[in-house]
């Protein structure tokens, strides 16, 4: 049986022998133009691959003279077009062999796994050629992972990184993690939580995390670390952590030098600071860009970046958090240094499963903006709920800013077409662990690759990224697939009908699970419930328009008209931006609470209707595969049904209005 730890690269044997034969045909050896270990690599992946699939045995030759019927492994600086294609893009082509070129070895390695997801996906090499330079340039994983080996909202057990055993015991397993990152064009890996501790910049730590960029470095990966801000303080004994301060930023330049010592390929730095009572440069009365600036004089030598977080907000009960960032954010751009990235959550607030995009982007045209996602589940049902990540990461990415005019995404913000960015970065939160299959929920690799892929390519559909990955991962049997990716198309929404319909958010405790909508108490004022919905005895919602906060404000004109107004904002937004009354009619001709009830009840009932179309395709799926998935949409639907009664007889104290009654029936 299949336990999953295989992910998309399983290389199940094809069972259609005319098929399998036809393309052994092509697959007669695999030749390589060097034998770097980076297209060794390369190389032994297709031979593992293809020994899978077609169940044959294909040698790897270091010279293809004039053999034809294999493949070609070329790297090869400076071929004809080169320049467009820059170190990672590739050209595939079928002429006698089947060439593989690129600029350079990693562009070479993703060729080839394209052209192992073109097999797995039952694609015939008659559409080669197939050429593909990414979209933007780093493309990272952050791992919220801790010295102790837990991980901040990980759900898959704990971390994959062996702190004790590293650095002179190196588990297989990260050669696999490389693998399936390279697989999908994921070319750097923050290895620590951005709630930082210090220890990962002291020589035992950097050791480890050497000797895991020995592993990744040959898979085109970098590793970069989160830094705590006052570390000079902690671990390097300077009685200040200012940024300004000369032995400060001598302690920074030294240490920087120690890590590139130890790891000539470093990435660079991932930052959080005066964030959630992380310290930061404010503590000195210095800004974000002094403390950026100050680490990207300290990698100035080298080829390392900073990225710096915007994620911030004040513990302000009248404030508005949802325009924090902005606030704080705007006045400093054209103020940081040529290597600093800022690194921008996709919503306002905090991955919510629906949110408008954030007003920063573009927003700060002379500064490099990057894109953080969350892969993780933390609000979206943790490994439990089955939840496809690809329609909200989308979303985000297709929406327009209209800040130059129509067409200005928030895509080509952080591809950097819009305001013309060299530097162009992209983050997803990852949700892998010590887990067999790596994400507790099997369904959940899907948000892992579908990640990878989009950072790679954003213009991908999140329907053409669903298909590969269950071809490649559950089954070919094209029923079976057809009713997956249509379950898992549908999966967002009916998560946002039963835990936050019509722009509601954050209704959660400390776990940020648990339903609790009516929390009033909490460490901070911003940290209820009630803070973010606002309901009362006339409605729910938060008033963000004039009237209200006026965060709208800091969307351009084009934006504000299509939600700042309660009679056409679209339902999905609407109290996100207002405050509604409970009788009042919407769009959709049911009122304010008719709404709210149809929409728990529809996306609870939804979770079973998931189960009963999963129940079909047992025969196609792996026994152990379909097991776990089948156990947990059962604690889903469970879930579901929690999450909708929380809502719902919250709510009903301050509307005073019964369950309209298509809905009182027994579950
Ligand atoms: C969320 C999350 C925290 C995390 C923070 C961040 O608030 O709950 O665990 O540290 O985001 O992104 O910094």
Request: charged share 20%; hydrophobic share 35%.
């Amino acid at each position: 049986a299949d336990d999953g730890y295989r992910l998309w690269l399983k290389y199940d044997l094809i069972k259609d022998v005319a098929k399998r034969e036809e393309y052994a045909r092509s697959f007669q050896f695999i030749a390589v133009s060097n034998q770097s270990p980076i297209l060794m690599n390369a190389a032994q992946e297709l031979q593992v691959g293809l020994q899978g699939l077609l169940g044959k045995s294909v040698p790897i030759i270091t010279d293809l003279g004039k053999k034809t019927g294999g493949v070609y492994l070329n790297e090869h600086q400076g071929f004809s077009n080169h320049i467009k294609y820059g170190d990672e893009g590739y050209m595939m082509s079928k002429s006698g062999n089947i060439f593989i070129l690129a600029n350079k070895g990693v562009g070479v390695l993703y060729g080839t796994f394209a052209l192992l997801r073109h097999i797995q996906t039952g694609q015939l090499l008659t559409k080669l050629p197939y050429n593909s330079i990414p979209k933007i340039r780093y493309r990272l994983l952050n791992h919220w992972d801790n010295t102790n080996g837990t991980i901040e909202r990980g759900y898959a057990g704990g971390t994959l990184w062996k702190w004790y055993e590293l650095p002179a015991t190196v588990d297989p397993r990260y050669h696999d993690y490389a693998r399936a990152n390279a697989s999908i064009g994921i070319n750097g890996t923050v290895v620590n939580n951005v709630n930082a501790s210090a220890r990962f910049l002291t020589d035992e730590y950097i050791q480890k995390v050497a000797a895991l960029a020995n592993v990744f470095r040959d898979y085109g990966i970098r590793v970069y670390l989160s830094v705590y801000f006052p570390a000079p303080k902690t671990i390097g004994g300077l009685k200040t952590a200012d940024p300004l301060d000369p032995d400060v930023r001598k302690w920074w330049t030294d240490k920087t030098k120690e890590i590139y010592k130890a790891i000539p390929d470093f990435g660079g730095f991932l930052v959080k600071a005066n964030s959630e009572g992380e310290p930061g440069p404010q503590d000195y009365g210095r800004t974000h860009a002094d403390g950026a600036n100050m680490l990207a004089e300290a990698l100035a030598p080298y080829d390392g970046i900073v990225m710096w977080r915007a994620f911030v907000y004040k513990a302000d009960p009248k404030a508005d958090r949802f325009k924090a960032a902005h606030e704080e954010f705007t006045p400093l751009d054209g103020k940081f240094d040529k290597k600093v990235i800022v690194q921008v959550k996709n919503g306002p607030i905090d991955f919510q499963p629906r949110e408008p995009f954030s007003p920063l982007f573009g927003n700060m045209p002379k500064t490099p903006l990057s894109m953080e996602f969350q892969i993780t589940q933390e609000y979206t049902g943790f490994a439990t709920h089955w939840v496809y990540e690809a329609p909200i990461f989308k979303e985000c990415l297709e929406s327009d800013t209209y800040i130059n005019g129509k067409g200005s995404t928030v895509a080509s913000v952080i591809d950097g077409s819009l305001h013309k960015y060299t530097m162009t970065a992209i983050a997803g939160v990852a949700n892998t662990g010590s887990d067999r299959n790596w994400t507790g929920n099997p369904m959940a690799q899907a948000n892992w690759y579908a990640y990878g892929r989009l950072a790679w390519d954003h213009t991908l559909s999140s329907e053409a990224i669903a298909n590969e990955w269950v071809k490649m991962t559950l089954t070919s049997e094209p029923k079976a697939v057809k009713t997956i990716t249509d379950l898992m198309l549908k999966s967002r929404e009916i998560y946002v009908d039963y835990n936050t319909p019509i722009g509601l958010s954050r209704p959660w405790s400390g776990v940020h699970f648990a339903p609790e909508p009516w929390q009033e108490k909490s460490a901070r004022p911003d940290w209820t419930a009630i803070y973010y919905h606002r309901a009362d005895s006339i409605g729910l919602g938060f008033d963000r328009t004039a009237t209200g906060s006026d965060a709208l404000a800091q969307y351009r004109p084009e934006v504000q008209k299509q939600w700042n107004n309660p009679e056409t904002c679209p339902l999905p937004y609407l109290l996100w931006f207002h405050h509604v009354p409970w009788t009042k009619k919407l769009s959709s001709g049911r009122t304010l609470w008719n709404e709210l009830c149809t929409r728990f009840y529809t996306g609870a009932d939804s979770v079973k209707w998931m189960q009963q179309q999963w129940a079909q395709v047992k025969p196609a799926i792996d026994p152990e595969i379909f097991a776990d998935v089948t156990g947990r949409l059962a604690t889903q639907h469970t879930e579901a049904i929690w999450w909708r009664d929380s809502w719902i007889l919250y709510l009903q104290t301050y509307s005073k209005q019964p369950i309209p009654a298509p809905f009182q029936k027994p579950d």
